[in-house]
């Protein structure tokens, strides 16, 4: 009987232990990572240094789109991560997200520019059309169809974990 | 600069720490000597830790946006109390804070304990185990002192407008202290298995800690549900959500511990008890920790968890726990009392509602985890709601009450004759089957819960109102602690019974200068005011409102919503008029395209006696850390 009782006593919490152990070790569904495919919707923006218009043509075979505004803390936060990209030759479109140009660019002269140009969606239509909720939020795009929508910030997890996967299964980014 | 003053000194801690908790494993073979470095070196690191955290809520209301947590959590335009409680409004800071807390309980326990106690450099050393272990946590997976310099910014986010509130700021400091509270009968009761030398009474010791932590931590969890209440806007003072719950397990088995502790302190009978409730406890506590960081659970959450953190928790939290069951595995067969438990004595009746307690624990956990199970095993999700625990915690309320009135008249280590014809206990159950009956046919309810809420409730009341009358006029002995801390328990059943049961609300459509009538008052809704205030536009109803009975009496109620600037959040700011039995509780809804309004009334009943009946328990708690010193 007291053999019984040492056993249960030691086995619950081994159990209970190897259970969640499982559980945070299986792969698991990221919360923000969205993968359903879309195309992106036509569209005609200035960019944000008022330059040239463009349009759904002008974007690259292959990029990442990300949601950024200067007022945005979390895109600050998600900046430096986005300059490594960069460094490592992602192609990354900027959609400026209700910001005003100004500022907007004060933003990039001061912490520097990860993007090959930025969208100017002051009035946030091809972000409402495109699905965002808020910044930051970023895309995997290629050939003009959204392979990986994700809301909230990009770091080496999420980047790691839910864009890596699928740049590789598409053989992007070569 | 400062920052990294700040930071070198939490590193520095940990180091202490490590040593201190190094120094403690060598106590067996050398001199006492060692056994005072594992103390001092334990203070330094406390206080090193202590001052870390200073120099980080100066930082904090400095507004220094170098550091990533504050720039996230706060902003300048908060008033300095927010800026403060800022910094535990999400996880490293938090983590942070209780932290702190552990360590300087820890350090008090280390202050208080004399240095002669047998016990104090192996369980100083288990606290120091402990600290590091966290410390590491918070330095490598959730560091606040994470920098965003180069650059910073120039103003912070807002943190989110329901959490600016004070009953939500002082709140978790009160459930940290709380939980880390337990951590003494841990460490103290792993020491004492480990040294497996049973003629120390770590009984004394330990309950004055247990009784604190118990009453801080009840205090904790009253604050956070008087919150809810009132800013959450859904009128109700429990949801059972899981965060909810996991403070609920370790405070009922807290509650089992104190009880437990207060049986083995007079008898040998429930050592084994008392020690596996002091580890589960404390468990419990880092299993709640565990369960809300890594995310497990609220997997909706708009932040990217990291996994790592989750696997740290997990790891440290089960070599801690299953360590110390290990030693309790080890040395249960010396625990075990020879002498067998009479039936009918008063330590029977606590055995019982020690079982009943566990079960209630194991029922909570079983719903907090199943769909977690359910979502492992078929990929689905679920989740288990209120009529779940309802009906299963409402029964061992019950049986556990009956009980506990068992006991009130019984004696220590002998069988007790209870039922006779003019004995107290016939007496109550006579009179309160009385007063339940009265209430279920005045308020026309006569759902099984609703009678035995209030039978349990008046049970316990007059149970305990007849033993002061008796004790007091033959000038006995009596515990004055407990009879005050089980009549609070008495209300609190009455309490969640009547609110249960009468408590009722109802949804209406109008327009500014309608009215709308029901039984008891008339609701003018005179006009809407919009306010515009520093961080946030709002709308404001003004209602007046009539009773309908003879007292005419006449009161205006605000309820409102707000639009925030930083954060474009709506909250809903519900108008509750409170009365000594019921409150009256406003909320505003949305607006229709007709221009009506979307108004929620509720009526709730005995809602404020609930959180009445927990201050009741708390102070109760606190007179029997008085109580007369407990022989053994």
């Known amino acids: 009987?007291?053999?019984?009782?040492?056993?249960?006593?030691?086995?619950?919490?081994?159990v209970g232990?190897?259970?969640?152990?499982?559980?945070?070790?299986?792969?698991?569904?990221?919360?923000?990572?969205n993968f359903d495919r879309f195309n992106v919707p036509v569209f005609a923006l200035d960019d944000i240094t008022s330059q040239k218009i463009y349009t759904k043509d002008d974007l690259n075979d292959e990029l990442l789109l990300n949601v950024w505004a200067s007022w945005c803390i979390t895109c600050r936060v998600e900046h430096g991560f986005l300059m490594e990209l960069k460094q490592e030759g992602f192609l990354i479109t900027g959609l400026n997200y209700k910001d005003e140009s100004t500022d907007a660019n004060n933003w990039l002269n001061l912490y520097g520019n990860p993007y090959s140009f930025s969208l100017h969606d002051i009035k946030g239509s091809l972000a409402l059309d495109m699905g965002v909720t808020g910044a930051p939020e970023t895309f995997l795009i290629k050939n003009g169809e959204v392979l990986v929508h994700y809301s909230g910030e990009v770091n080496l997890a999420v980047w790691d974990n839910v864009f890596y996967p699928v740049i590789k299964e598409n053989k992007m980014f070569r | 600069?400062?920052?990294?003053?700040?930071?070198?000194?939490?590193?520095?801690?940990?180091?202490?720490?490590?040593?201190?908790?190094?120094?403690?494993?060598l106590t067996y073979k050398t001199n006492h000597n060692i056994e005072i470095l594992v103390s001092r070196v334990f203070s330094y690191g406390s206080y090193f830790v202590f001052v870390s955290f200073l120099i980080y809520i100066w930082l904090s209301i400095q507004s220094d946006f170098s550091i990533r947590y504050i720039a996230e959590h706060s902003n300048k335009d908060l008033a300095v109390f927010y800026k403060i409680s800022s910094i535990w409004s999400a996880h490293e800071g938090s983590m942070f804070l209780w932290i702190v807390f552990l360590s300087l309980w820890s350090q008090f326990?280390?202050?208080?304990?004399?240095?002669?106690?047998?016990?104090?450099?192996?369980?100083?050393?288990?606290?120091?185990?402990?600290?590091?272990?966290?410390?590491?946590?918070?330095?490598?997976?959730?560091?606040?002192?994470?920098?965003?310099?180069?650059i910073a910014p120039a103003n912070g986010a807002d943190i989110n407008p329901i959490l600016q509130d004070p009953a939500l700021a002082i709140h978790p400091p009160f459930l940290y202290l709380g939980y880390v509270g337990f951590v003494i009968a841990f460490a103290y009761n792993t020491a004492f298995l480990i040294k497996g030398d049973l003629d120390i009474n770590w009984e004394k010791i330990i309950r004055p800690w247990s009784l604190i932590a118990w009453i801080l931590l009840t205090i904790g969890i009253t604050l956070g549900s008087w919150w809810a209440y009132y800013e959450l806007g859904w009128g109700g003072y429990w949801f059972w959500d899981p965060v909810e719950n996991v403070a609920l397990m370790p405070w009922m088995a807290g509650t089992a511990l104190i009880h437990s502790l207060y049986v083995s302190s007079r008898s040998n009978s429930l050592r084994s008890w008392t020690i596996l409730l002091s580890i589960s406890v404390f468990s419990l506590s880092l299993f709640g920790a565990f369960i809300v960081r890594s995310g497990i659970i609220d997997s909706v959450h708009a932040f990217a968890n990291d996994p790592q953190r989750g696997l740290y928790l997990l790891l440290f939290s089960g070599i801690l726990i299953i360590s110390s069951l290990a030693f309790y595995a080890l040395r249960f067969p010396k625990l075990v009392s020879s002498n067998l438990i009479k039936p009918k004595s008063k330590e029977s009746f606590l055995s019982i509602n020690n079982i009943l307690f566990v079960t209630?624990?194991?029922?909570?956990?079983?719903?907090?985890?199943?769909?977690?199970?359910?979502?492992?095993?078929?990929?689905?999700?679920?989740?288990?709601g209120p009529p779940y625990y309802n009906t299963i915690i409402a029964p061992i309320a019950f049986l556990s009450s009956i009980f506990l009135v068992f006991s009130v008249g019984s004696s220590w280590q002998r069988s007790s004759k209870l039922f006779f014809i003019y004995s107290p206990l016939s007496l109550s159950i006579l009179l309160s089957i009385f007063v339940a009956c009265f209430i279920a046919f005045k308020l026309q309810n006569f759902e099984w819960w609703f009678i035995g809420g209030?039978?349990?409730?008046?049970?316990?009341?007059?149970?305990?109102?007849?033993?002061?009358?008796?004790?007091?006029?033959?000038?006995?002995?009596?515990?004055?602690?407990?009879?005050?801390?089980?009549?609070?328990?008495?209300?609190?059943?009455?309490?969640?019974?009547?609110?249960?049961?009468?408590?009722?609300?109802?949804?209406?459509?109008?327009?500014?200068?309608?009215?709308?009538?029901?039984?008891?008052y008339t609701f003018n809704l005179l006009d809407f005011e919009l306010i515009n205030e520093d961080n946030f536009d709002s709308i404001k109803a003004k209602f007046l409102i009539k009773s309908n009975d003879a007292s005419e009496q006449v009161f205006y109620m605000f309820p409102e919503k707000r639009k925030y600037f930083i954060r474009g959040q709506i909250t809903s700011e519900s108008a509750i008029q409170i009365t000594p039995f019921k409150d009256i509780y406003i909320t505003l809804g949305d607006q229709l395209d007709n221009g009506h309004w979307v108004v929620n009334i509720q009526y709730n009943y005995f809602i404020r006696w609930i959180w009445i009946s927990a201050i009741i328990m708390c102070l109760g708690s606190l007179m029997a850390i008085k109580e007369r010193s407990i022989k053994k």
């Open chain 2, 454 to 520: 209030n039978f349990s409730g008046f049970l316990i009341l007059i149970r305990y109102l007849l033993l002061v009358i008796n004790n007091i006029s033959k000038k006995m002995y009596f515990n004055k602690a407990s009879a005050i801390a089980h009549a609070g328990l008495g209300i609190l059943l009455i309490s969640i019974s009547i609110n249960a049961g009468l408590s009722y609300e109802k949804i209406i459509n109008i327009k500014a200068g309608d009215s709308f009538q029901d039984d008891m």
């Open chain 2, 360 to 384: 209630a624990i194991f029922a909570v956990m079983l719903g907090v985890l199943y769909p977690l199970i359910f979502d492992f095993i078929y990929e689905e999700r679920i989740s288990v």
């Open chain 1, 17 to 33: 232990f190897v259970f969640f152990y499982n559980l945070l070790t299986e792969d698991k569904f990221y919360p923000g990572a």
């Open chain 2, 1 to 25: 600069m400062i920052a990294e003053v700040s930071h070198f000194f939490l590193v520095t801690a940990s180091g202490l720490f490590l040593l201190s908790f190094i120094f403690s494993t």
């Open chain 1, 1 to 14: 009987m007291k053999i019984f009782i040492r056993l249960v006593i030691l086995i619950i919490p081994i």
């Open chain 2, 109 to 150: 326990f280390n202050f208080k304990l004399p240095q002669a106690d047998l016990l104090k450099a192996p369980s100083i050393g288990i606290l120091s185990f402990i600290i590091f272990g966290f410390l590491i946590f918070l330095l490598f997976t959730s560091n606040p002192y994470d920098s965003l310099l180069p």
